[in-house]
């Protein structure tokens, strides 16, 4: 690596460290970013909500989720994911070389800034007449994710679910996503969106060397494409962080 590298947007919020946070969530040993601890201690278990078992629909004439999220903060790439980008962008748009630490390590990343409203990639017109990202289908796993897959805080562990953003309705421009129940068949395409979400996940876990329980939760989520239970769909489960193999229905 290059020590002549140094960290470009030390003063903006990022969403590398949010991403270490959620690696954080699903590992049974503690993580630390940029010398801080992430959480007091390694979470007991990881629940699986219903409501993962839900579709995701996006208005195709909706930015809303561009245009408000929080910013300014980094959008942000590994090394692999950097290099499989058709086009690069340059400019202040660039994807720059930065420096963070994850348990002590130093590891090299891309990161560009989001404004405060608005994305410098929301350039692609739509028929509907909505914009898209020109980034699409290689966007950052931050934009990816956003309120499709969420790791989150949850009692003595964590929680995997899909839910609205918590804040909506403060937003200048309402988001359009809705989370409706699906049939087994339409399941199958949602889940299989979904572990490509978590497979980024684990590639963002790998590269920094985080032990997770992710690819536990890819092979159950997995399992579940092949054969699909309408009744499994409506019950949260729960997995045991140091014994990965037990997992249980909650009532």
């Given at each position: 690596?290059?020590n002549?590298?140094?960290?470009?947007?030390?003063?903006?919020p990022?969403?590398?460290?949010?991403?270490?946070y959620?690696?954080?969530?699903?590992?049974?040993?503690?993580?630390?970013?940029?010398?801080?601890?992430?959480?007091?201690?390694?979470?007991?278990?990881?629940?699986?909500?219903?409501s993962?078992?839900?579709?995701?629909?996006?208005?195709?004439?909706?930015?809303?989720?561009?245009?408000?999220?929080?910013?300014?903060?980094?959008?942000?790439?590994?090394?692999?994911?950097?290099?499989?980008?058709?086009?690069?962008p340059?400019g202040?748009r660039e994807?720059?070389?930065?420096?963070?630490?994850?348990?002590?390590r130093?590891?090299?990343?891309?990161?560009?800034?989001?404004?405060?409203?608005?994305?410098?990639?929301?350039?692609?017109?739509?028929?509907c007449?909505?914009?898209?990202?020109?980034?699409?289908?290689?966007?950052?796993?931050?934009?990816?994710?956003?309120?499709?897959?969420?790791?989150q805080?949850?009692?003595?562990?964590?929680?995997?679910?899909?839910?609205?953003?918590?804040r909506?309705?403060?937003?200048?421009?309402?988001?359009?996503?809705?989370y409706?129940?699906?049939?087994?068949?339409?399941m199958?395409?949602?889940l299989?969106?979904?572990?490509?979400?978590l497979?980024?996940?684990?590639?963002?876990?790998?590269?920094?060397?985080?032990?997770?329980?992710?690819p536990?939760?890819?092979?159950?989520?997995?399992?579940?494409?092949?054969?699909?239970?309408?009744?499994?769909?409506?019950?949260?489960?729960?997995?045991?962080?140091?014994?990965?193999?037990?997992?249980?229905?909650?009532?």
């Open positions: 690596m290059d002549s590298v140094k960290p470009s947007y030390a003063s903006i990022s969403s590398i460290e949010r991403t270490v959620r690696l954080a969530l699903l590992s049974p040993t503690p993580v630390t970013f940029n010398g801080k601890l992430c959480l007091p201690e390694p979470p007991k278990n990881v629940t699986l909500g219903s993962v078992f839900r579709k995701f629909v996006c208005d195709p004439s909706c930015d809303a989720c561009c245009m408000i999220l929080p910013g300014p903060i980094t959008l942000d790439y590994i090394p692999s994911e950097l290099q499989a980008l058709p086009v690069r340059e202040e994807f720059k070389p930065d420096i963070i630490v994850v348990n002590d130093e590891f090299e990343v891309f990161s560009t800034v989001k404004p405060l409203y608005g994305c410098p990639f929301l350039t692609v017109q739509k028929e007449g909505g914009k898209g990202c020109e980034l699409w289908p290689n966007h950052p796993l931050e934009c990816w994710a956003a309120y499709k897959i969420q790791i805080k949850y009692k003595e562990g964590s929680i995997i679910l899909k839910r609205p953003p918590s909506a309705w403060r937003w200048t421009i309402p988001p359009k996503c809705t409706p129940e699906v049939s087994p068949e339409e199958t395409v949602e299989t969106s979904d572990l490509d979400i497979t980024r996940y684990l590639s963002w876990a790998r590269y920094f060397e985080i032990p997770t329980i992710l536990r939760i890819i092979d159950l989520v997995g399992a579940m494409i092949y054969q699909p239970n309408p009744e499994i769909f409506r019950r949260p489960f729960i997995v045991d962080m140091n014994n990965p193999s037990v997992y249980r229905y909650t009532v």
